[in-house]
């Protein structure tokens, strides 16, 4: 979706364990956003970056988040001692500097077992 | 009181009917107001963003923006099946040049029956 892929598509982890959602996304975008959309909820705000620095990370839910964009371009959203209330579907959204509406990734669906 | 707010649903119409999905939002802040259709399994796809009060028509699609009363509707003419999906309303409290984070209601689930 809107030129961004997101890896894995899928990612099943036990409880405790660390994982890493990645968002790469075309050039010409000028900031990234990344979501969460738990089951039956909407997607929720978690940071945004813009350029290689993160504007404002207050949706991250606690400090076992932590997610980086060391180049402007690709990200990566790290989750550390998983829970399963982690389980979610993470997207992703870059904006680009054409327009100002925000357009989703296909999502990493995150499952903590 | 939630910040945004959608009835849940589910929502039957008969197909060719109109579709009327409606969304409120608490923060008199809020300058910019989108709806995404999700299909199931997928992710969310922006079908329509309105930023002034009125109507903003767009094919089938008509948004509806009344800031004074703090609600947004979606309105969807010529009703098909294919619009069977969950539709979700998100406001922005940023400018176009800001922090432009959305905020999420939990979307109403539509269905048009054949």
């Known amino acids: 979706g809107a030129g961004v892929s997101q890896t894995p598509s899928n990612k099943v982890t036990e409880k405790g364990k660390y994982v890493e959602l990645r968002c790469d996304p075309i050039s010409g975008h000028t900031a990234l956003y990344w979501y969460r959309q738990s089951l039956g909820q909407g997607p929720e705000f978690l940071i945004y970056?813009?350029?290689?620095?993160?504007?404002?990370d207050s949706g991250l839910p606690n400090d076992r988040f932590f997610a980086v964009r060391p180049e402007g371009s690709v990200s990566t959203l790290k989750i550390q001692r998983t829970e399963r209330g982690d389980s979610a579907v993470y997207l992703c959204?870059?904006?680009?500097?054409?327009?100002?509406?925000?357009?989703f990734g296909p999502g990493t669906r995150l499952t903590v077992l | 009181q939630k910040e945004v707010e959608q009835n849940s649903g589910p929502l039957s119409v008969p197909e060719g009917a109109i579709a009327s999905l409606n969304c409120t939002y608490s923060d008199r802040g809020s300058q910019s107001f989108f709806w995404y259709r999700q299909y199931s399994g997928k992710s969310p796809e922006l079908i329509m963003f309105i930023y002034s009060n009125g109507d903003k028509e767009d094919g089938r699609f008509t948004a509806q923006l009344n800031k004074a009363s703090q609600y947004v509707s979606l309105l969807i003419r010529d009703s098909q099946p294919s619009d069977s999906a969950t539709y979700l309303c998100?406001?922005?409290?940023?400018?176009?040049?800001?922090?432009?984070?959305?905020?999420f209601g939990t979307g109403t689930r539509l269905t048009i029956i054949p």
């Open positions: 998100a406001v922005n409290r940023g400018t176009n040049f800001g922090n432009e984070k959305l905020t």
């Open positions: 970056f813009q350029g290689t620095g993160a504007a404002d």
């Open positions: 959204t870059p904006r680009y500097s054409s327009g100002t509406e925000q357009f």
